[in-house]
């Protein structure tokens, strides 16, 4: 059995780093969504609601098909509790702000990922409590967990900022641009701060789960889940490569900030903290090769000479 690990040094500011944790994670979600909605013009907002199939199939994909496949997953493999909040967490998260970085790694138009995310997450807003909600009825998880108590929070924390930083675009626009960089760049530095002090809060938990991880099969289960997420966007992207691409990284991207906000504020002391922090690290390794992979792909399909069928076709 693993010997506890205390926080020595750390002990009596346990209650203070919590504290910081938790302010650090709103900081993040504000910040990335000022970040986001910097970036889209009135144009922009109008294009979303033109493309409504496009639009349709990631709701389809993110707040249908992960949220059911991970409580598949739930069922099949009989999840420990942490395991299987951790997982419901990130499954009905969707609209990670990394997602147009991913596809702009894997040679897709990140522009049109910024507003495909930028929507998802204004409806995740209403959705995720709902969903949670749903999900911990359906593989009656017990315990209590009131939707209603975090719709004004997510509102305020996801669909404010974005509108605040979407009127700074188009009332001073030099300025949102000038902004974007900087926030993004908070928004990553407390979204690292988060993790790092989920481990100092949590040392001995940390190094427990990652140890079973791989001692239970429950790294088996993220990485299943992970590319399973990642088939269900190419599946349901539509027509072209493109689209099937940007669709394939928009569902595996789970928006872990929204996931360790409900952890926090309704299953405090579940440890399923320490669970999305090894998915979280999983989910980046995994779509960075993905995203990576199909770059060298298509810069391959790009520069490959014609074949010598092409040729004499183009001599005859």
Same mark, same amino acid.
């Given at each position: 059995m693993m010997p506890s690990i205390s926080l020595g040094g750390f002990d009596g500011y346990e209650p203070l780093l919590t504290n910081l944790?938790?302010?650090?994670?709103?900081?993040? =979600? &504000?910040?990335?969504?000022?970040?986001?909605?910097?970036?889209?013009?009135p144009g922009d907002?109008?294009?979303?609601?033109?493309?409504?199939?496009l639009v349709a199939r990631w709701f389809l994909a993110n707040m249908l098909a992960v949220p059911v496949f991970a409580m598949l997953l739930g069922?099949?493999?009989?999840?420990?509790?942490?395991? =299987?909040?951790?997982?419901?967490?990130?499954?009905?998260?969707?609209g990670a702000p990394f997602i147009p970085t991913l596809a702009a790694l894997s040679g897709e138009d990140s522009h049109e990922a910024t507003r495909l995310t930028a929507s998802l997450t204004v409806v995740a807003a209403l959705s995720v409590p709902l969903l949670t909600a749903g999900a911990l009825l359906f593989l009656r998880v017990e315990g209590t967990f009131v939707p209603w108590r975090f719709l004004v929070?997510?509102?305020?924390?996801?669909?404010?900022?974005?509108?605040?930083?979407? #009127?700074?675009? /188009?009332? /001073?626009?030099?300025?949102?641009?000038?902004l974007v960089r900087p926030l993004e760049l908070v928004a990553q530095?407390?979204?690292?701060?988060?993790?790092? =002090?989920?481990?100092?809060?949590?040392?001995? %938990?940390?190094?427990?789960?990652? &140890?079973?991880?791989?001692?239970?099969?429950? =790294?088996?289960?993220?990485?299943?889940?992970?590319?399973?997420?990642?088939?269900?966007?190419w599946l349901v992207g539509g027509p072209t490569s493109n689209s099937r691409r940007i669709l394939a990284l928009g569902t595996a991207g789970r928006n872990v900030g929204i996931a360790l906000f409900i952890a926090a504020s309704a299953f405090e002391g579940e440890? #399923?903290?320490?669970e999305i922090?090894?998915?979280?690290?999983?989910?980046?390794?995994?779509?960075?090769?993905? #995203?990576?992979?199909?770059?060298?792909?298509?810069?391959? %399909?790009a520069t490959s000479p014609p074949s010598d069928t092409e040729g004499i076709s183009g001599e005859v």
């Open positions: 944790k938790d302010v650090a994670v709103v900081v993040f =979600l &504000a910040g990335t969504m000022v970040a986001m909605g910097s970036r889209l013009s907002v109008t294009k979303i609601t033109r493309e409504y199939n069922v099949v493999f009989s999840l420990s509790r942490p395991v =299987l909040l951790s997982l419901l967490l990130v499954s009905v998260a969707p929070p997510l509102v305020l924390v996801l669909v404010a900022p974005l509108l605040i930083g979407g #009127a700074l675009r /188009a009332v /001073a626009p030099t300025v949102a641009g000038r530095v407390t979204l690292l701060s988060v993790l790092v =002090l989920i481990v100092v809060l949590s040392p001995g %938990e940390t190094i427990r789960v990652f &140890a079973r991880l791989v001692g239970t099969g429950t =790294l088996l289960v993220f990485v299943v889940f992970i590319f399973g997420t990642i088939a269900i966007g440890n #399923a903290d320490s922090l090894a998915f979280t690290i999983l989910m980046l390794a995994v779509s960075v090769l993905v #995203a990576w992979y199909w770059r060298r792909k298509s810069d391959s %399909e």
